[in-house]
């Protein structure tokens, strides 16, 4: 039997338009999917232990070799919900700031904004566990991605949206993860996978009543909030 291709998937709800065909298409039975949290999957791939992934695009730099595939990416051209810095005070009166271990490109997104969007020079920590999530309070802000941060929106004073943030001062999309393989995938499973993504896309309202929780409105979150399409101006970014 031909060995199945190993597909690294992020854990989160963001991912799930972009998986809903890799389950169902005949594609689903050429893959293996392998579920974690972003800066996990990036590990698996560095490792060899998934053959493409949905890694955060942070970490391409450190690949010796590699290849973005297919259209689709977890990106924004606004505000996007699910990657925020929490706060009990105003972003000028932040001192500490806990970054969350599940995430590589939001951490360099946020670096990049407290130096040259907000100006301002918090200590930065970095966060083991979920226990950090317990640290908001007084001066000290923590970055959450994900689901949990989803879940965060709803108790935390302040929100600063990144992608927003981002698009506010540049103007900019940004893309916080795409498919990447370390060798050259075949073009036939390439096109067969894009066109997965691309039948989960047209699912939209399903796929939402389906993973309703209550803690966002998830037909907005796919369809307002992510941009999945990887376009010309995102690859530039
Ligand atoms: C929009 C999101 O984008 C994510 C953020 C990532 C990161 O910070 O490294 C990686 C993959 C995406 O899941 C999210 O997690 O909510």
Redesign the pocket.
């Known amino acids: 039997m031909e060995q199945k291709i190993r597909v690294g998937i992020?854990s989160?709800l963001?991912?799930r338009p972009l998986i809903y065909g890799l389950q169902r298409l005949p594609i689903k039975d050429k893959i293996e999917l392998i579920e974690a949290?972003?800066?996990s999957?990036?590990d698996l791939l560095k490792s060899g232990a998934i053959d493409l992934g949905?890694?955060?695009?942070?970490i391409i730099p450190e690949l010796l070799t590699y290849e973005i595939n297919g259209n689709y990416c977890?990106g924004?051209i606004g505000d996007?919900?699910?990657?925020a810095l929490f706060s009990e005070r105003h972003v000028t009166e932040i001192k500490k700031i806990y970054l969350?271990y599940?995430?590589?490109?939001?951490?360099q997104?946020l670096k990049w904004l407290v130096q040259h969007h907000w100006k301002i020079a918090p200590e930065f920590i970095e966060a083991k566990d979920e226990s950090y999530i317990h640290e908001i309070k007084d001066d000290c802000a923590a970055l959450i991605?994900?689901?949990r941060?989803?879940k965060q929106r709803h108790h935390s004073k302040y929100v600063y949206d990144l992608?927003g943030e981002w698009k506010a001062a540049t103007g900019l999309p940004f893309v916080?993860?795409a498919w990447v393989s370390t060798k050259k995938l075949s073009n036939d499973f390439i096109a067969a996978f894009d066109a997965a993504n691309a039948y989960g896309l047209q699912h939209i309202e399903a796929i939402a009543a389906e993973h309703d929780s209550g803690l966002y409105d998830l037909k907005k979150y796919y369809s307002v909030n992510?941009s999945y399409e990887l376009d010309e101006e995102k690859e530039r970014v």
Request: glycine content about 2%.
């Open positions: 992020v989160y963001n991912t949290y972003p800066a999957l990036a949905l890694v955060p695009v942070a977890i924004a996007v919900a699910s990657v969350d599940q995430s590589r490109s939001s951490v997104l991605i994900g689901d941060a989803l992608a916080f993860a992510l």
